[in-house]
C-alpha cells in the first residue's frame, strides 16, 4: 500500500544537470524524515542527501556538497533532489528513503531510477 516512486532519471552529459522526484503515496509524508540513497555498480549502497521532518534541515554527503540539493513539497507528497555538474562517479542508481522509525517504526524505500552521466 505505501509506495515511493523515483522518476527523473535518464543519460546526462558530465557537468549537466537533473532533477529527480520521490512520489510517496500511503503514508503520511510530512512526517517521514526523506533521504536519497545511490548505489553504483560493484559499489555499496551510500546515503547522499537527507531532509528532515517536515523539511527544516538537510545534509548532504561530502561527495555532493555545493552540487546537489534536497527539497521536498509536502502538499504534493513529493521530494526532490537537484543534481548540478553531475560527474561520471555520479553514475548510479538513485533511491527514495522514507523514515518514520522514530515516529512509526516503519521505513520504506522506492525501486530505484538510473542515473547515467557520460559523455
Known amino acids: 500500500q505505501v509506495q515511493l516512486v523515483e522518476s527523473g532519471g535518464g543519460l546526462v552529459q558530465p557537468g549537466g544537470s537533473l532533477r529527480l522526484s520521490c512520489q510517496a503515496s500511503?503514508?503520511?509524508?510530512?512526517?517521514?524524515?526523506i533521504a536519497w540513497y545511490r548505489q553504483a555498480p560493484g559499489e555499496e549502497r551510500e546515503l547522499v542527501a537527507g531532509?528532515?521532518?517536515?523539511?527544516?534541515?538537510?545534509n548532504y554527503a561530502d561527495s555532493v556538497k555545493g552540487r546537489f540539493t534536497i527539497s521536498r513539497d509536502n502538499t504534493k507528497n513529493t521530494a526532490y533532489l537537484q543534481m548540478n555538474s553531475l560527474k561520471p562517479d555520479d553514475t548510479a542508481v538513485y533511491y527514495c528513503?522514507?523514515?518514520?522509525?522514530?515516529?512509526?517504526?516503519?521505513?520504506?524505500w522506492g525501486k530505484g531510477t538510473l542515473v547515467t552521466v557520460s559523455a
Open positions: 500511503g503514508l503520511t509524508f510530512r512526517y517521514y524524515d
Open positions: 531532509i528532515t521532518s517536515p523539511g527544516g534541515s538537510t
Open positions: 528513503y522514507a523514515d518514520g522509525r522514530k515516529n512509526f517504526r516503519m521505513d520504506y
